[in-house]
């Protein structure tokens, strides 16, 4: 056989008929050159939020095992849809849901896990010479029930499937034409990035850059699977997603992001004795609660305040039980801070550069812009900021460090 | 175990959220009376329609398998938004694909025939005492790969599960109140039938009364399933359909029924040897076109007519078979006639009773209307007319048979 690619198409390379019959000529071009080709395909523009919001005019709580049974039809109804445009360019393609190709899950209904997949259909229909398509998002448990992988998930079927076929490339196809310094909205001179490594595209991911599913990236690095972001809407090259190589630590920041999803909740007064930090945060992760940034004020009295971010769609949750746990321990109060933006800045350059957190700050006093939190992590930096200066921000760090200058990293 | 009861919900009972609000309490309140319950569920509304309609915005020839790939999504979205609505109402419901309880197919797409259900998975769920919701329509063939039972297929669904959980009852709901002596929108005194044999029912489905799909009640018939079509919208006795009981010889005509679907086609001046019309129907039959009545002029001269009528849809290809025929056996030419209607009646007491055919004709020849094609069976009779006369005929018979009379039949 042939080399393997596997290439992942969005929900917006296939939102109509016209596009669908797009991502069959770029799937055939390179069926063509002589590639075995698995396309992994999502649910196409709007459906499964469509879906979703059906649900919820049934139930407020739909059970979940019945949500996946719902919304892996819109993946099923893509692949098929895609094989005919595939078969009236008079190739041959044959479509598989997630069950019929063994994904194999945990039961973690809306957020499963992939365990295991079968390769035996797949590698039998790449032997016939068809082009095989596997429906995204999607898999069953051992029980044969529909479970589902969470938000991007088919960036997760992708790369599992490029891992057990051990293909050459994972191509990951999406409306952007790969991973930029900056979102171009923002910064308009911001630039696309050649090449990038797995940890610093993580911690894009992690903080707002929603090119691809962080899961799946972790899941890539893991494998060492090279990752090509990239446009379905022209044959640019985009932006290809590896291990670090030397030349990647000359780029001190690789980009800036900006996430406006997180709320910030503060403590006050909390007594100061040892471990009652500790009862916090394991209260806050028993309740399921991912916790982002933690700031603890040096105490000045026999009180601090410990503040610390979460998802703004978590926010009523963590409310609840942070309520609970400020009379539990003595605590005075706890307020909450919806009006705050995160920018951050990443690169594998930091390690082996100083002065890049004053650089950044530098940035942010210029615009007279006040930080209220800062975190750190070997590869990046991250400052909460009243949410008005959210994009002002994110211009003047990019500035700072000239990230629109173009820069080629190459192996 | 209790009871079992199978009940069919056709696509317009589930045609949006309020609708499958309506089944869930029906469904419940079924189960509050200690039925065991299997849900069978078409998919919503024109749902199917629309996703045939978006593959041929794709292909004009999409292959079948594929198609069969994404209409069966229909009623996987059916089946999870059912459950919701139980749950929703404090109950326990499961929804299972085809795929999921083993319904094995033959490998016919888009027409597949049900070789075996494999009930182990609806038995275990049924005795946890959960509400077993199955899509209806679709299976898998020994390949694992998704087939649809064509027209009306998951009545077939509703049938076979029936058969195989030995239910009680199959409980087939649909949009109207049961099976009538004649179509309501036509003949407005037309009558409920509280009962009807298989054949009568058979009959019926053949002549386009499209209460259920012919394959589905021969089913009924073979294992002896009683069937109850009733309506989902209000809680009214619907028809019974059963084997046939004595007191049904009573009635010698349960329905008029009309079939404007069908086109004529006359070959004219065929030689009169022996052999030709077998080798004429031989042709029509390998390029899988259905007949349905065939008549035969006996020759005055050397030469003969012959007529018959296909399903209009079949047309065109027919006309392209028919015409290669005409050369082949050296008849004169092909005429098509789509000006066409069939009008029947149907009823088990013509078996016994005389005078049945007489009086029909009478009905027709009071209205002034002429026969072009006539055609009988043990408990049918059908004439070919003029689409024109088509209503007034229907009703002329109906009144004829004095069919605005109520009558019920007991067992």
New interface residues.
Partial sequence: MSDIIVQKYGGSSVAN?EK??NVAKRVTSYKMKGCDLVVVVSASGDTTDE?IE??H???D???E???D??I???E??S???L???I??LGFEA??F?G??VGIITDSSYTKAKILDINTK?ILEELRKGKIVIVAGFQGVNLN???TTLGRGGSDMTGVAIAKVLNAKMCEIYTDVEGVYTADPRIVPNAKKLNRISYDEMLEMASLGAKVMQARSIECAKKFNIKIHVRSSFNNREGTIISEEVDSMENIVVSGVTLNKEEAKLTICDVPDKPGLAAKIFKKLSLANINIDMIIQNISRTRCTDISFTVLKEDLKKTLKVTKKIVREIGAKEVIEDQDIAKVSIVGVGMKSHSGIAAKMFEALASKNINIEMISTSEIKISCVIKKRFAEDAVRAIHDKFKLYKVRTIKE
Avoid: F, N
Wanted: glycine share 2%; proline share 8%.
């Fill in positions: 008929p669908i019959m879906l059906l649900a005019k049934i139930t709580d739909p059970p095992r019945e949500m049974m719902l892996s039809t819109g099923q109804a692949v098929a849809l094989a005919m445009a078969d009236k044959i479509s849901t069950a019929q259909r044969h029930d529909i």
